[in-house]
């Protein structure tokens, strides 16, 4: 059985393999009817125990464009309520029938625990601080589309690297595909251990921003406690956002991404966020032309991870 | 592995094709000749030269990617997707399909779903450099370049010189199939 819980890992063939699929099914959801019947007759289920908009919602189309059924699972309204455990949620969910499921949960490794349960491929759509690996493969994405290939491209990852699955995916993404990750944060927002993460670290952006062919810049968590780490959400902004003076001063072809949800005004300016050179909704088509290739390589057993 | 077809039998039959193609739909206007990847797309390719050769005008030209049309892909090995380059609408044309071995019919299924998806297509035909037999399915060739009988044991090989770097067809018996898989 495979699954897709980690990026670290995963080898540049088959995340160069995911990529070129996710580039073919980027042209079925352009089309006027966007739907190929790849995975007709299979059912990909949902399982989100933290609140998602973009990684559940994708997932979701991902699977309906490849005529695969969906099962969704929200904790409000479960019975999880009545105390019915994070096991027995997933064994009901596979006795219904599911044959894929996408799991996240604020605990890291729920979707390691959930893999030796489920019987069928997992994905994990996020656990806690740790991993979200679709959104490495789509952040990947729109640097391939601009830069043709991340070989040798330098990337600067901003802000909350601590609090942050998206970091800890993402460096393993970018580094295996060719590129140089730098991490920049104050110290408080590191990781406090970063030993075997193949990066650079600096704490002033303002020192080494032109030195970047893309900038990616990271929400801050309040949720996990990212709030109570720096003084002020302004002097978070004035060192660390990717304010309009900031960016007028980026190399001319260097691109912003943003997993999203954006915070304007906190990590980034809106004249920045609406500018062409940030490619955060490129990032959010992405994320379904991803999220087909994981199903389908899944779901076809050729993923291999 | 025995030779059926040289790469001059190969070159001949896509002549003769090409000039049954152009008979039975008296002309290539509105013609689109499309091939299946991955042998299918230089086969098409050849086929448009040859009736654009023959009829003195331009043949449209498309590859079909089918990857994501398999009712099979938990079955298979990895299923290598690729582009569908279609360069032109093809509501109301006259499709001609091109692959190079028609077997099963299963592939051929999965092309014309495909296919649908681009648009309605007025009429579709299939044009294959051999046909071996053992149809699972009701699908027929209109145009074939050589009807091979064969055991389903045996594998055919069709070798396209863009592809492979020459042209021919070969079959492979039962014994050097599982000693190759072994």
Redesign the interface.
């Given at each position: 059985m495979k699954h897709l819980l980690t990026m670290e890992g995963v080898t540049k063939e088959a995340l160069v393999?995911l990529l070129?699929?996710a580039?073919?099914?980027r042209?079925?959801i352009e089309?006027p009817?966007p739907?190929?019947?790849?995975?007709?007759g299979r059912t990909v289920a949902t399982l989100f125990f933290e609140p998602s908009t973009r990684t559940k919602l994708s997932f979701e189309r991902a699977a309906k464009a490849?005529s695969a059924d969906t099962l969704s699972f929200s904790p409000g309204t479960s019975s999880l309520k009545k105390g019915e455990s994070l096991k027995d949620t997933v064994l009901t969910v596979k006795a219904m029938g599911a044959d894929l499921m996408v799991v996240r949960h604020k605990s890291t490794g729920a979707a390691w625990r959930v893999a030796e349960w489920a019987e069928v491929p997992v994905v994990n759509g996020g656990d806690g601080a740790h991993q979200h690996p679709t959104q490495a493969l789509l952040d990947s994405l729109p640097l391939r589309q601009h830069f043709g290939d991340l070989e040798g491209l330098r990337i600067a990852i901003v802000g909350d690297i601590r609090h942050s699955r998206v970091a800890r995916s993402n460096v393993f993404a970018f580094t295996t595909l060719g590129a140089a990750v730098t991490l920049i944060a104050p110290p408080t927002l590191l990781p406090p251990d970063l030993a075997g993460w193949p990066v650079k670290t600096n704490s002033n952006l303002d020192d080494v921003l032109t030195e970047f062919d893309a900038v990616y810049l990271l929400r801050v968590q309040a949720e996990r406690g990212g709030a109570s780490v720096f003084p002020s959400v302004a002097e978070y902004r004035q060192r660390f956002g990717m304010t309009g003076a900031r960016f007028r001063r980026l190399k001319p072809d260097t691109i912003v991404l943003h997993p999203g949800p954006m915070i304007r005004g906190i990590e980034i300016d809106s004249s920045v966020a609406d500018d062409p050179r940030c490619k955060v909704l490129d990032q959010v088509t992405n994320g379904v032309a991803v999220r087909m290739a994981v199903l389908?390589?899944l779901?076809?057993?050729?993923l291999d991870v | 592995m025995r030779a059926v077809m040289t790469a001059e039998d190969v070159s001949r039959v896509l002549r003769r094709i090409a000039h049954e193609i152009a008979e039975r739909n008296h002309g290539v206007d509105n013609l689109v000749v499309i091939g299946i990847r991955t042998r299918g797309g230089p086969l098409a390719i050849r086929l448009s030269e040859l009736l654009a050769e023959i009829e003195e005008a331009t043949v449209a030209v498309g590859i079909l990617d089918i990857g994501m049309y398999r009712d099979d892909i938990d079955r298979r090995p990895k299923i290598q997707l690729g582009p569908t380059e279609v360069p032109v609408g093809i509501d109301g044309k006259t499709v001609v399909l091109v692959d190079d071995v028609l077997y099963t019919g299963r592939t051929i299924r999965a092309a014309l779903d495909a296919l649908a998806d681009l648009g309605r297509a007025e009429v579709v035909q299939l044009a294959v450099i051999v046909d071996r037999g053992h149809r699972e399915i009701p699908v027929r060739a209109d145009f074939v370049g050589k009807n091979l009988p064969t055991a389903r044991s045996e594998h055919v090989m069709v070798r396209v010189a863009e592809i492979d770097g020459a042209d021919g067809v070969w079959i492979e018996d039962s014994a050097e199939v599982e000693g190759r898989t072994a």
């Open positions: 393999g070129d699929d580039d073919e099914f042209e079925v089309r009817i739907k190929v019947p790849a995975l007709r490849l389908f390589q779901l076809g057993g050729s | -």
